[in-house]
Structure formats: C-alpha cells, structure tokens
C-alpha cells in the first residue's frame, strides 16, 4: 500500500463530524395551506395583488446590533407577518415539513432529532435586501436557519452564505404550485439577501433546535484537517512510488443522473468539501465519478450462501461459488467537476491500489451479478457489477501521466491537438505545448510495452506521431535538455536512417543556443546499446560542426544573442561521447574547444573538466583527454610561475573608470603609498555611488559608515584582498597540478 493512500484515509476520519455549513435546493412537496390574519388564505404561486395586501398587513423588519433590535432601513428593507397570525396546516404537510427538517440537519452533518420552530413570514418586495449579518439563537438549542422560499414570479434575492473564506449562493425561484426552494445554514455563519429586482419573494423562516437538550453547535470548520490534507498533498507531486491518482470511495449511492458536488449527502459531502479547499491549496485536480468493477467467469452452482467475497449476492439470485475470474475491468466514468460542470474524460481505468484505501471494495454486495447455468460445450458462468461514486485526484504535475492511463484512444488526439495549437500559437506559448507534448509522449512510450492498452495499427500511428513530433517541433528550436530522454526512446520507435537525420537535425538547429543539452543528448545516443538509436558519428560531427567559437562574431552576427555559460559537464559529455566514437572527432573538438578561450574559458571550464577526466581512469587512454590535460597544465603552470609578493605599503591599484569628482579623490587615495584610510562626508546619493564603484572594481578596500552627524560620513580602509585572492588562486593552482600529475 503506498503512504499517501494510507495517510488520506487516517486524515479524513478526523473530520469533526460530516456535512457542510449549508444546504439548499428545489423540492417538490404537498403544498400546505397557508393562512394569514386580514389577508385569507394564500395562493400558489403568489399573485400580486396578494402579495401587495400581505405587505399592507406587515411591518418593517428590525435586526439585531449587539443586544439591541433596532430599525434600520439601510441594513434590513424586507416586511414580515408575526407567526401568531400565521395558520399553517394541511393533511401532508407535517411529514413534508419533517422530512425536509431531517434531510437539511443530514446535510449540515446533524444525525440527532432536530425539531423546527415555525419564526416569522416574511415578503421580500421590489428593492427588499438584508445586508451581511449572523442570525442570533432566539430560543434554547438553536443551531441553524432553514428557509423556504414559497413559489412566487420575482427576480434577484438570491440569499449568500459565507464561512471561513467559502461563498454558496441559493437563487431558487419556484414557480411551479407544487414547488418550494429551501436553504438551510448554521447561524453563525454570516449571509445576506440579495435585493428583489422585480415581484414579491415570500419565504417562511424556522429555527432549526436540538430535542431534549440544549447544546451548542457551530459550522463545521475543517481548517486544521484542511491544511493537514493540504500538506499531505503536496509532497505528493515529486514522491516516487506514489500512484498517480487515488480514488476515495463515498459512502452513499448515486445514479449518473444525480451525480454531482451540489447533491452528495451526510458524510460524503463533509469529505467532499475538506478535499476541495485542502486540493485547491495543494494544487491537485479533484473530480467527482462513478467507480466500477465488472467481473466475469466460470462459475459452480452452490445452493449455498457462505460469507466470502466471491459468495456475496442479492437475495432471491442464484447462489453460485466462483472457480475462476477471466476478465475484470475497473473504471471511473461520469466525470464531474467541483463547480459542476462535466470535464469531457471518457472512461477512465484505474488500479486497486489507487483506492484509498485499497480494500475500500473488499465488503461491498455486487450492485449486479447474473448466474447462466452450463450449456452444451460452455460450463456456468457468472457476471457481476460493483459501483460506488467517488472521489478522484491528482497532483496537477501529473495530469499528463492521469490522461496517459486512458490509453491511444485519449492521447493521440490530445498530442495532435498540442501540435495544432503549437502551430498556430505566438512563441512565448510554444514551448508550453511543446513541453506538454514532450511529457504525454514520455508517457506513452513508457506504457505502449503493456498489451493491454495497445491495438496492433497503434504502433504505426504512434511511430508516424513521434516522427511528427521531433521533425516539426524539436528539429525548429524548442528544446531543452528534459527533452532528451524522451527524444531517444521516441527516436528508438523510427527507423535508424530516419532517426539519425532528425536527430543531426535537432543538434544543428539547437547546438548553438543549447549545446549542452545537446552533448547529453550524444551521450544517450552512444549510450544504446550498438548504437541502436542513431549514428552517432554523424550526431557527433553535426556538433562539432555548430559549436560555438568567436564570441565577438556572433555577436556581429546577432547583436541580441546571449548564449548560456559554457559548463564543465559540457565538455565532459562532448569528449566522453566522441572519444568513443572516434578518436578523429574527439581531437577535432577538443581543438576546438582550446582554440576560443573566451569561450572555453580555462578557469571555469577547461581545467575543471580536465579534473574530472583524472578520477575515470577509463578515459586515460584517450587522446583528447591527454591534449586537454596539457593545455590545462600549460595555464595552471604559467599562473604558478608569476611572481606573487605582500604589498609592502599603501600604494594599491587603481581600477576606477568613473571620472566623477569622488571616485578621482578615491582613486588618488588608492595609489597613495603613506595614506591608509579614506574619508568622504556627503549626501547619501554620492556616497552610495561610491560604495557601486567599489565593488564593481573590486577595489582593495573595506568601506564602512559613521552615522553622527549630517550627513554621515562614508570611510574607506584599505586591504590586502588581491594579494589574499592570488595566494589563495596559487594553492588551488598547486593542488590542480598535483590532481592532474604534473
């Protein structure tokens, strides 16, 4: 079992109790009878001229500020009815109203008896609003609000609820008689009605309380489990031997046509929503879809029902043991995701070690099994179905590696979809669908070894992909060194002439911007095996032949050219590869390498190299590798041989350019044998100058502030920093020479 889908499991059970803040949605009820003191009864939907005399008989709606009610037209423009003239009965409205009471405390994670208590009526006309508030608890074990909006033709009053950073709108608008919209939330989360633009919005108001006991209860806050969930998550992306995605079965069944974030109940939405903040924050793709196993095979008739998985079956069915499973298939299908939309993935497959946890399967009854007694040359057989929603995710660094799991079917259209879009797309977007591309092929060729995800004509089509690929996106300049893996396994698929041109193609056109990346890509080439992948001489010598050389004409050339630094490791990779190809291309790059030290420089890439080509003792029988040693030995050795002395008294170089007043007094104190130290009392603009002139000449000085007075003065002492920097250059210089046997 992988950590992550043991940790996810442990995480969520530590959620405080299941459901969200708040609960909503269209119902289709018995309607009650409705009856109001000076008005009569009420019709549905509310017609206006009733609406009109139910405001005649209303008053302006108060709202609480601190322990006070107060009126505030400002705050709160909406008309309520005392619940004393209120008469609300019908022969069915009793079960309905405790039906909807049970099923709103089910999705507020409440499973305890929960009475409400009919509070007011009130009529939202046109320009009605209530501005941001929290409900205060008006009678003893209240712990949330349920609303019901009774069918009426109006517009706007959408009612917003808001918890710890979340926003969930209601905008339902019954018109049907035999339709309401309800709402229910906690009371101290904080909600507003929108304004009614047009018609009248009548709803009834109840106090959600606790039977028998007072207690407090608060909307659930999952934030400690959330960042908990969230930190899990993270390290995900970049774990080895984590599975790509991971699926958390939810417990309640649901058919596709309900399937969604908005309908999940009881516990399943309380996961639901933690999964949803911690993924966002941990930058994970998260989906909603129905999980199925379908198994089929030979099977023994039984007559008997033992408690074993394969005996599990629904009452009144065949009773049948199972000899043998010949075909499973496990995939999630109905994709949803978190704002309700359908993501376009068709079905998907999965592993049982993606379900988090593993055996989250082990204990459930087949939602479909089917037993056929044996005919003629065919022995009994059975076929069974397990479905359950749930939850999928991902790190969205390995959506790629999710899409590939789908199979040819999913990524060759999506691979020539990136090439269409690559094509047509400004040059700052291109290396984007390259690098998508780059990473889906990876994919793919890792996985096309599998059988089972492969058609005998995919082969083709995937070789005339990869051909595609390198030629016209690789080959035109969009490449990095990451490319490289997946170039040479995808070069492996070509023929090995067609290879070879692509990839000589792809160092010619790249060599010169990245040509490091392209001696790795050599090196994996002579790497395969008999040089399976390419000719490698030809790679090597295309190269060669492209090699950076005279900076100053290139930059005639291209006044906007800014190569890369020219690395150790470059000349590692160049040497090794064309050392084992030939001996001829090998002298042929290391000449040109020495031939443009301002390049190749000594320092930084030469003589480092040369180091690392003294610890492989393979490459000691190499020519190239003895010219380089030698060259560096000849630098190393001509450094050591100049003269290195202490100074012996103040006079220091002067490598100022600046020709300012203040850098020529510094510069006349720098050459000055007796003068020590340097003072400079001015505004902090031109001692500020002076400390950038300074250090970018690397003067041989230590330069402080005094802070009294104003302004303050800037103080240069001088140091022996060259004369420390050369002994300390002679030493590595010895070390170096030693390291290299000379």
């Not at 304004?195 to 919005?201: A, E, K, N």
């Not at 129905?290 to 030979?298: A, M």
């Not at 969205?396 to 789908?406: D, E």
């Not at 080959?475 to 040479?488: L, Q, T």
Request: hydrophobic share 40%.
């Amino acid at each position: 079992m992988s950590s992550i889908a043991a940790a996810l499991p442990d995480c969520l059970r530590s959620v405080e109790r299941p459901g969200d803040f708040c609960v909503g949605g269209l119902r289709e009820i018995f309607m009650p009878t409705i009856d109001v003191e000076g008005v009569g009864r009420i019709a549905f939907p509310l017609p206006a001229a009733q609406a009109e005399r139910l405001v005649a008989v209303a008053e302006a709606a108060p709202h609480g500020r601190g322990e006070e009610t107060v009126l505030d037209r400002d705050v709160r423009r909406t008309w309520q009815i005392d619940p004393r003239r209120i008469q609300i009965g019908g022969r069915s409205w009793e079960t309905t109203l405790a039906e909807l009471v049970t099923d709103a405390a089910r999705g507020l994670g409440v499973e305890e008896p929960v009475a409400a208590e009919f509070y007011k009526l009130l009529v939202y006309d046109s320009g009605s609003f209530f501005l941001n508030h929290r409900d205060t608890e008006k009678t003893p074990g209240m712990f949330a609000t349920l609303v019901i909006v009774l069918p009426s033709a109006h517009r706007g009053g959408e009612l917003v609820v808001r918890h710890l950073g979340r926003e969930v709108m209601f905008d339902p608008h019954p018109e049907d008689p035999s339709e309401i919209g309800f709402a229910a939330f906690y009371a101290d989360c904080l909600h507003e009605v929108r304004p009614v633009i047009t018609g009248h919005r009548p709803i009834l108001v109840y106090n959600l309380r606790f039977l028998g006991k007072r207690r407090s209860l608060r909307a659930p806050d999952y934030r400690a489990v959330e960042a908990q969930i969230a930190d899990l998550l993270r390290g995900w992306a970049g774990a080895e031997d984590e599975p790509d995605k991971l699926i958390v079965p939810l417990e309640h069944a649901y058919t596709p046509a309900e399937l969604s974030f908005d309908a999940l109940k009881g516990a399943d939405a309380g996961v639901a929503s933690v999964l949803i903040e911690a993924a966002a924050a941990a930058e994970c793709d998260l989906h909603l879809v129905l999980v199925s196993i379908e198994e089929s095979g030979s099977a023994e008739h039984t007559g008997n029902y033992r408690r074993r998985r394969w005996d599990r079956d629904d009452e009144g069915d065949e009773e049948f043991e199972v000899a043998e499973v010949f075909d499973r298939s496990l995939t999630l299908s109905a994709w949803r995701r978190p704002d309700g939309g359908e993501i376009g993935f068709h079905d998907f497959p999965f592993d049982e070690e993606e379900l988090c946890p593993p055996d989250a399967f082990d204990e459930l009854r087949p939602d479909e099994q089917h037993f056929h007694e044996a005919t003629g040359n065919e022995g009994a057989s059975f076929e069974r179905t397990y479905r359950r929603a749930g939850l999928v995710l991902w790190p969205r660094a390995r959506r790629l590696a999710v899409l590939n799991q789908a199979g040819l079917g999913a990524t060759l259209p999506y691979l020539e979809d990136l090439a269409k879009r690559w094509e047509t797309s400004d040059t700052a977007v291109k290396r984007q669908f390259w690098g998508e591309a780059d990473e889906l092929s990876g994919h793919m060729l890792r996985s096309w070894s599998r059988a089972t995800w492969r058609r005998e004509d995919d082969t083709d089509a995937g070789r005339m992909l990869i051909d595609e690929l390198l030629a016209e996106l690789s080959a035109k300049g969009h490449y990095a060194a990451s490319d490289n893996e997946a170039i040479v396994r995808a070069a492996a698929l070509l023929p090995r002439p067609r290879a070879t041109d692509l990839l000589v193609e792809i160092v010619r056109r790249n060599a010169a911007a990245h040509f490091g990346a392209c001696a790795d890509l050599l090196m994996r080439c002579v790497a395969a095996p008999n040089e399976s992948v390419a000719d490698a001489a030809k790679i090597g010598a295309a190269l060669i032949d492209v090699l950076p050389g005279d900076p100053d004409k290139r930059l005639a050339l291209d006044p906007w050219a800014r190569p890369g630094p020219v690395l150790p490791g470059f000349v590692v990779d160049l040497l090794t590869a064309t050392s084992k190809i030939d001996a001829g291309l090998a002298a042929r790059a290391v000449e040109h390498l020495l031939a443009w030290p301002r390049t190749y420089t000594p320092d930084a890439v030469l003589v480092p190299a040369a180091l690392a080509f003294a610890k492989r003792a393979e490459s000691l029988a190499w020519p190239a590798i003895g010219r380089l040693r030698e060259a560096a030995l000849d630098h190393l050795r001509g450094r050591i041989a100049l003269p290195l002395e202490a100074p012996r008294d103040w006079s220091r170089a002067n490598p100022l350019k600046c020709t300012c007043d203040d850098c020529r007094a510094l510069g006349a104190f720098l050459i000055d044998p007796h003068q020590q130290q340097w003072r400079l009392r001015a505004a902090q603009n031109r001692r500020t100058h002076v400390e950038e002139s300074v250090r970018n000449a690397a003067c041989d000085v230590d330069l402080a502030t005094e802070r009294r007075g104003s302004p303050h003065t800037l103080i240069a002492t001088k140091n022996q920093a060259s004369y420390e920097r050369r002994a300390k250059q002679r030493r590595q210089d010895l070390e170096h020479v030693s390291a290299l046997g000379g």
